[in-house]
């Protein structure tokens, strides 16, 4: 069934299935088209590119966003901009890659054993500039009534960045303590019954938020902390997975937990949107930070997980329902990135770009009416280090999930370049979507070309490159540490409770 599934949903393509237009479209539903749209955008947090079963999970349900992928139109390639959490969410509300916000990574120290980095990583920062203008800024200013419910993570306060609500966004990139109560620090949420799951009161902030604002445009930012660690479900859910037969590809009882209580949550809000009689003028946008926790869950065949810049790591679910414009069940394969968000939300809402920022996504509108987009190529610049999980691979070497590196993907092609030791990893993902093969030395001009731009690109964000020797480094130390990593890979039903930034 798995080998079915990607013969069919795995083709590189240039294109979208479906063309439909805004204006006929409004006038067959009787929807006003000069109306500002309201926009729910839910960006779910370590949710892995196939941890729904739209996207082929054998064991995790999800009928409410396999009901809502059936209405939208659904991004088989899209990609977070970075592959953990605070990087990728700072690259979504500014519209910018990272060298230009320069967070990098969660934290500004070194993340890992310090013996085992031969260079001095960027720092770089863990705010979001006060002078980046987000795209809830634009919205806010521009009539919307905006709202952020959950997971911030690039400052102490999100409101100051475009929103008129804050419900539980801080800096903190996990639960404060857990999925459980008490929610200290935790804005709106301090008053909480015992027993209260983090999950389902989003989701009721959510549903109060929206019954609210009914009389004018909005904008909710819906942005859970699942399925960030640590693990904790509901145990009635906990305990119906674990009664379950395992998949093939996915087994863990906790993880499928969580997953149905966002499940469970979007589907409350869609039906909230068809009684208040505004699910026809709602924007509904669905997408993840970075892949998934590598430790519960799997993304195969793509290589690696969250914190890796495999395809593991950045590819994330994403669908898109505009009704009036996105054709019901249709699929595009072009490669896209939440980069893109900014200036596709902006064209939704007839907003004008910002004219004193650089924004390095396109407007996906073309795709979303059933055209095409012009050839472009996506990056990744990772200045740090971003230390291993104890069990399991897909990791370029088991001491670091990434080390320094940057990216590029062109049309089916992907290069990778490591600063430490030079490497570079050329792929071609249309004939190896797994990164297994490294063809960089029987394809030499097209190694050349990818480099050479990826080389031009990091001149023009100003990229910062780590050069310096980091003395701390010992290599015998890093040697011994590498031959003792040969370490037994862990079942996924075990339950982590730590930290997986």
């Known amino acids: 069934m ?15 299935v479906g063309v439909w237009t805004w204006n006929a479209a409004a006038i067959v539903q009787g929807i006003d088209a000069e109306a500002p749209p309201n926009i729910l955008f839910v960006f779910l947090d370590d949710y892995g590119w196939r941890d729904c079963g739209f996207m082929g999970s054998d064991f995790y349900e999800t009928p409410h966003l396999d009901r809502l992928a059936s209405e939208s139109m659904v991004f088989r390639q899209a990609y977070a901009a970075a592959a953990n959490c605070a990087p990728s969410r700072a690259c979504l509300l500014s519209g910018q890659y990272t060298p230009r916000h320069s967070i990098y990574n969660v934290g500004t120290g070194l993340r890992g054993n310090p013996k085992f980095s031969r260079l001095k990583h960027v720092p770089g920062t863990d705010t979001l500039r006060p002078d980046i203008v987000t795209w809830a800024q634009r919205l806010q200013s521009n009539g919307y009534s905006t709202g952020i419910i959950g997971k911030w993570h690039l400052s102490d306060d999100p409101r100051p960045y475009g929103f008129d609500v ?42 109060s938020f929206i019954r609210h ?101 950045l590819r994330v679910p994403m669908l898109v329902r505009w009704p009036g414009v996105t054709v019901a069940g249709s699929v595009c394969e072009t490669p896209v990135c939440n980069v893109d968000i900014y200036p596709t939300l902006m064209d939704m809402a007839k907003i004008s770009l910002p004219d004193t920022q650089h924004l390095d996504g396109v407007s996906l509108r073309p795709l979303l009416e059933g055209g095409e987009l012009p050839s472009r190529a996506l990056f990744w610049h990772f200045p740090a280090y971003l230390e291993s999980y104890a069990v399991i691979d897909g990791q370029r070497d088991p001491l670091f999930r990434s080390r320094p590196c940057s990216i590029i993907r062109n049309g089916d092609w992907k290069l990778h370049e490591y600063y430490e030791d030079g490497g570079l990893e050329l792929y071609n993902l249309r004939e190896d979507v797994g990164e297994e093969k490294n063809v960089a030395l029987s394809h030499p001009d097209k190694l050349h070309e990818l480099h050479s731009q990826l080389i031009a690109w990091r001149g023009a964000t100003q990229a910062l490159i780590p050069t310096e020797t980091n003395p701390s480094f010992d290599g015998q130390a890093e040697q011994a540490a590498r031959q003792n990593a040969n370490r037994p890979r862990k079942s996924r039903n075990n339950t982590n409770q730590g930290n997986s930034e």
Request: hydrophobic letters at 35%.
């Open 166 to 207: 804050n419900i539980g966004g801080t800096h903190s990139g996990s639960p404060p303590a857990g999925y459980f109560p008490p929610h200290p620090a935790a804005p709106g949420l301090e008053k909480a019954e015992a027993g209260e799951y983090l999950t389902d009161r989003l989701n009721q902030e959510a549903e």
């Open 213 to 313: 604002h009914t009389n004018q445009p909005w904008m909710l930012y819906l942005s859970h902390f699942a399925v960030h660690t640590p693990l904790q479900a509901k145990e009635e859910l906990t305990a119906k997975f674990r009664d379950k037969p395992p998949g093939q590809l996915h087994q863990h009882a906790i993880m499928a937990a969580m997953i149905e209580s966002v499940d469970e949550g979007l589907g409350r809000l869609m039906k909230v949107l068809e009684e208040l009689d505004i699910a026809q003028r709602t924007i509904i946008m669905v997408t993840s930070d970075n892949g998934g926790y590598g430790p519960a869950t799997s993304m195969k065949p793509l290589k690696g997980y969250k914190g890796t810049y495999y395809e593991g790591g």
């Open 2 to 16: 798995l080998q079915n599934f990607f013969r069919r949903t795995l083709v590189l393509s240039s294109f979208c």
